[in-house]
């Protein structure tokens, strides 16, 4: 059966509450398009507004971040619960930037992982190479190891509905694309080493999107590969471009 795919935007820390009830109300009959999943994951702040905003469309409200503890002293921090209910259905986790500014580990990544699915909230799980690691030729190692680590204790059942998005760090926001043969060279090998944790029914199911500096001039491209199933974009996700990123089949 063919993945159904799931184009998301990660509007990152951008939009006030008002400008993103600005943002759901200018996308919204733009991203229309039955064939494809459509989330926006927007700053904890505005989750609420755009949720109201975008009721009565397709778009999907998700989160960009969530804590793997229930509640207690954490302060500044998003429960699972909080998410769940304002009726988030995805959080993205793990991705580059927190990584890199917010001290994020394969660890942690793992904890809120199953914290996710034990909410049943779909987890949209980031990983991704930096240029150093693609010139040393490690970066398919690296990537399994990331994606081992984050499915730690995840059963076959739950791995079957996640999303992972593979996204080189050097073509986040720098408007450098990976090719789409270096895009399904590495969701190609995301998929085989899902396989290889689990099966191949599981391997077949998980849908992989690809980020970094996607746009309305190289989405039909990178989609059409097979084990491409969408895509995570930031720049882009911020604009009326979404709208031709969503119906890239068009
Ligand atoms: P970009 O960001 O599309 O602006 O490169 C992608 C991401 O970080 O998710």
Request: charged content about 25%.
């Amino acid at each position: 059966m063919a993945r159904r795919k799931i184009i998301a935007g990660n509007w990152k820390m951008n939009k006030t509450p008002s400008e993103a009830v600005a943002l759901v109300n200018e996308l919204k009959p733009l991203v229309a398009n039955e064939d494809v999943d459509v989330v926006f994951c927007v700053p904890a702040i505005d989750i609420i507004p755009a949720m109201i905003a975008a009721k009565d469309s397709n778009i999907c409200i998700g989160a960009e971040n969530m804590y793997f503890e229930e509640s207690g002293a954490y302060t500044g921090e998003i429960s699972p619960n909080m998410l769940v209910d304002a009726g988030v259905k995805y959080v993205v986790l793990g991705h580059s930037e927190r990584r890199e500014y917010f001290a994020e580990t394969d660890e942690t990544v793992n904890k809120k992982v199953l914290k996710a699915f034990e909410h049943g909230i779909t987890p949209i799980i980031c990983c991704g190479e930096t240029l150093t690691q693609r010139k040393q030729g490690i970066y398919l190692d690296w990537i399994r190891m990331q994606i081992k680590i984050a499915f730690q204790n995840v059963t076959a059942d739950q791995a079957k509905t996640a999303v992972i998005a593979y996204e080189p760090i050097w073509a986040i926001g720098t408007g450098e694309t990976a090719t789409s043969d270096q895009a399904e060279e590495v969701c190609g090998a995301i998929r085989a080493c899902i396989a290889e944790v689990y099966d191949e029914a599981t391997a077949e199911a998980i849908r992989i999107q690809y980020g970094g500096s996607v746009n309305a001039g190289n989405a039909a491209e990178l989609f059409a590969k097979p084990d491409i199933d969408g895509g995570l974009v930031g720049g882009a996700s911020l604009k009326a471009d979404f709208g031709k990123i969503v119906n890239y089949n068009k």
